[in-house]
Structures are given as structure tokens and as C-alpha cells.
């Protein structure tokens, strides 16, 4: 499997084994992309969105008119398929399927992949755990190779199975009143009601998998239902900071 990590950041070198990891997870509309990304940015950090290729993968499955259920139709296309997401910057996911590579360019699925159609099957993807951990070890493999100071990486078991080792893991969370409210102003013409009834679906899915409601032993909960943007990435800035410190 390929994948191509564009990294707009001036390299630091030797900071392979350097770069500082900020793992994040926490349930869909808990805001873990755009605070993680704001908080990134305010490190000076990159960001690594892992449910970008969760999404990617099932767009794929569909453009390719695969079974969405079958894993390995989901294994073929990781076996041939160029992904690439920015880890600085304005976020670009892009996918080249693997009957194009080399001759039809990537195509940007930036937007395609934010869809409800997308959001609806990805579950049925992220299920499967020898997915999983094919794209885990992308994960890893993209950190390894960003050559940044420090990469925060977000998903749902990036605290337990991606990254446990992380010297700041953090489960964000907020009511699911709340995550729907705020989602529901991100996608012009749903209801409030409509989206949380959506979202407790492919919550409920996806904790079949994965646990990402309870903190496991070390990580610690930062409840955003009672904080405002701001003051939810200030948390986790303020949580690296004090790992920053605690290890000097
Ligand atoms: N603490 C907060 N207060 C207000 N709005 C927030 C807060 N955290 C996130 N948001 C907004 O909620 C929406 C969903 O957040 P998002 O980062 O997409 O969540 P996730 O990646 O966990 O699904 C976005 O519009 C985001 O700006
Ligand atoms: N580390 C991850 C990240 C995402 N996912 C899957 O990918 C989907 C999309 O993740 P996302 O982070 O883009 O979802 P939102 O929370 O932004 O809605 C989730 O619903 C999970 O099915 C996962 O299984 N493990």
C-alpha cells in the first residue's frame, strides 16, 4: 500500500524519532478534527486525520461498485490504491484506485468523503479488524515519515491501539445533544433531532469495535458539552503543555 504525506512544514531533520505524538479520540461531533486542528496548529504541530481514510476506503468501495461488507474487497484496494492526505495545512485527502494508478491522477475526495451517503456506510468498513490494522500501520508509517516536531492524531482508538505509548492521549467528548446541535450547523438543512438519531447510529456501530466513551487508564476525559471552541482547544494545548513540562 502506498500513501503520500504532503508536509508544508519546514522538515526538522532527525525529528523521525522525535516527533512528539498527541493522541485524540472521542465519539463523531465530539470535535476532535477542528480542535485537534486548531490546537495543532497553535504547536505548531501536524494533524492526522485517521477517519479521513476510513472514508476514503468506503467512498472507494463504492465508486468501484464493491461489496461495502466485504473485507477483502477492502483488502484488494489497499493492496493497490494510492492515498494521500495533508497533515499541515488546509486539509486535501486525495485517492487514486488502483485500475488508474499511474495513468488517471488522483482524484480529490476532500469533499466527497464528508457526505451523509459516506458517513452512512463507513461503519461497514471500520468494522473489519484486519482493516484496521493495515491502515494502523499507514498510520504509524505517515508519523514516522512527516518529519514534524509533533503530530496530533485523531480517530476513535488512537489512545488504546495506535498510539498507547503517546506521552498525551485524550478522550474529547461532549453530550450527544450538544455534538448533534453543533453538527447539525455544519450541514446546512438537517434537523438537530435528524442528526442525532444519525450520529447515535454510527456511534453505536462503531463502539461494537471500539470502546471510545471510556478513558482507558491513563487518558485523560476533557467534556467539551459546557466549553466553547475556544476553551476546548485551550484544554488541549494546556494538556501537551503539562506533558511537555512533566518530562523535562
Ligand atoms: N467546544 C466547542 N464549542 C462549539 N463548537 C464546537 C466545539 N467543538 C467543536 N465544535 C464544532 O462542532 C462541529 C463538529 O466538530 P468536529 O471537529 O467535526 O467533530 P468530530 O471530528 O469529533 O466529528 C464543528 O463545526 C466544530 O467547529
Ligand atoms: N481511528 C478511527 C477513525 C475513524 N473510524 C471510522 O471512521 C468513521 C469516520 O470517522 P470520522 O472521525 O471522520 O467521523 P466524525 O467523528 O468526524 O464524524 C467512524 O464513524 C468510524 O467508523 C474508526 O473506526 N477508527
Redesign the pocket.
Not at 472521542?26 to 485537534?36: I, Q
Given at each position: 500500500m502506498e500513501n503520500a504525506v504532503t508536509n508544508e512544514a519546514p522538515s526538522t531533520g532527525d525529528a523521525v524519532d522525535g516527533t512528539v505524538l498527541v493522541a485524540i479520540d472521542?465519539?463523531?461531533?465530539?470535535?476532535?478534527?477542528?480542535?485537534?486542528r486548531a490546537a495543532a496548529d497553535r504547536l505548531g504541530f501536524g494533524i492526522l486525520d485517521t477517519?479521513a481514510a476510513y472514508r476514503a476506503l468506503a467512498w472507494a468501495l463504492r465508486e468501484r461498485g464493491d461489496d461495502i461488507d466485504s473485507e477483502a474487497a477492502a483488502l484488494t484496494l489497499l493492496d493497490g490504491w494510492h492515498y494521500g492526505i495533508t497533515l499541515r495545512g488546509e486539509q486535501r485527502v486525495t485517492v487514486e484506485l488502483p485500475e488508474t494508478v499511474g495513468i488517471g491522477g488522483a482524484t480529490d475526495v476532500t469533499a466527497a468523503i464528508r457526505a451523509n451517503e459516506i458517513s452512512a456506510l463507513v461503519s461497514r468498513v471500520s468494522k473489519h479488524p484486519v482493516v484496521r490494522d493495515r491502515l494502523n500501520a499507514m498510520f504509524r508509517a505517515m508519523v514516522a515519515e512527516s518529519g514534524l516536531p509533533g503530530v496530533v492524531i485523531?480517530g476513535r482508538d488512537i489512545t488504546t491501539v495506535v498510539a498507547p505509548d503517546a506521552p498525551v492521549r485524550l478522550l474529547?467528548t461532549?453530550s450527544p445533544e450538544v455534538?448533534a446541535q453543533?453538527?447539525a450547523?455544519?450541514l446546512p438543512g438537517s434537523s438537530a433531532e435528524q442528526v442525532l438519531a444519525e450520529l447515535r447510529a454510527r456511534d453505536e456501530k462503531d463502539a461494537e469495535v471500539v470502546d471510545f466513551f471510556t478513558p482507558a487508564p491513563g487518558v485523560v476525559l476533557v467534556d467539551?458539552s459546557d466549553?466553547?471552541?475556544e476553551?476546548?482547544v485551550q484544554a488541549v494545548v494546556d494538556a501537551v503543555r503539562e506533558a511537555q513540562e512533566g518530562a523535562r
Open positions: 472521542g465519539p463523531a461531533g465530539s470535535g476532535k478534527s477542528s480542535v485537534s477517519g485523531e474529547l461532549a455534538r453543533r453538527r450547523g455544519d467539551t466549553l466553547d471552541f476553551q476546548s
